[in-house]
């Protein structure tokens, strides 16, 4: 019902904290810290702020320990036949990635890929602007 008031020319503000309803629900999302505003942007935008991605392979065989070439890609091995590799957006490719896990010799079974979500993001922007965080005690030193 929300969509569609909105689809026929009526603004609605949703105030909420349900941050997956408002990913889902909203063209622009403001977060109010403290009663200060410390973002306005686009979904969208909002979304590529922490540009991090985790990428999950399921390997055929057991590995003892991360591939010197994965290592670029804060690869963790959760157990001997999950790897996880924790990269941004920005600075890699997907197939790149891939491409390094064959050269390794590794044989993938599965795959599976995770992004940062809202919640991810205020989460992050929340504990940066609070009041005595380590990003404020910087700003009030300038």
Same mark, same amino acid.
Do not use: W
């Given at each position: 019902?929300?969509?569609?008031? /909105?689809?026929? +020319? *009526? *603004?609605?503000?949703?105030? #909420?904290?349900?941050? @997956?309803?408002?990913?889902? %629900?909203? &063209?622009?999302?403001?977060?109010? /810290? ?6 306005? &942007?686009? #979904? ?6 922490? &540009? ?5 392979? *399921?390997?055929?065989?057991? %590995?003892?320990?991360?591939? =010197? ?7 963790? =091995?959760?157990?001997?036949? $999950? !790897?996880? %590799?924790?990269? $941004? %957006? ?14 390794? +010799?590794?044989?993938?079974?599965? !795959? *599976? #890929?995770? @992004?940062?979500?809202? @919640? &991810?993001?205020?989460?992050?922007? #929340?504990?940066?602007?609070?009041? +005595?965080?380590?990003?404020?005690? $910087?700003?009030?030193?300038?």
């Amino acid at each position: 019902y929300v969509k569609d008031l /909105n689809r026929a +020319g *009526t *603004t609605v503000l949703l105030t #909420t904290h349900y941050l @997956e309803e408002a990913e889902q %629900l909203c &063209d622009r999302i403001a977060i109010i /810290n403290h009663g200060r505003l410390i973002a306005n &942007d686009s #979904t969208e935008g909002m979304l590529r702020r922490l &540009d991090q991605k985790e990428l999950a392979l *399921t390997l055929a065989h057991d %590995l003892a320990e991360v591939p =010197l070439s994965l290592r670029r890609y804060a690869a963790e =091995l959760q157990n001997p036949r $999950r !790897l996880v %590799l924790r990269y $941004r %957006l920005s600075e890699a490719k997907v197939s790149e990635i891939l491409a390094a896990a064959n050269a390794a +010799g590794l044989e993938i079974v599965d !795959l *599976t #890929t995770a @992004e940062a979500d809202l @919640e &991810d993001i205020f989460l992050q922007l #929340t504990r940066d602007s609070a009041p +005595g965080s380590e990003a404020e005690l $910087r700003a009030a030193a300038r």
